[in-house]
């Protein structure tokens, strides 16, 4: 079962999103996969904003 969800990652003080894919190896572990980087909550209000406006 694979499952994707947003990761939150903080690097010097700051966080970033990322949306990662969760898929269970052979041994049961989580291997975690990103699919797409987000940038930071101001990018991404940035383009939500952007996209709201157009519709």
Known sequence: MNMVYI???KIKG??????????LDK???VK????????NIENIL??????KGNN
């Open 27 to 29: 041994r049961g572990k």
């Open 14 to 23: 700051k966080t970033y999103y990322y949306i990662v894919e969760g898929k």
């Open 7 to 9: 990761r939150s990652k």
């Open 32 to 39: 975690q996969k990103v699919l797409m980087y987000l940038g």
């Open 46 to 51: 940035r383009v939500f904003n952007f996209y």
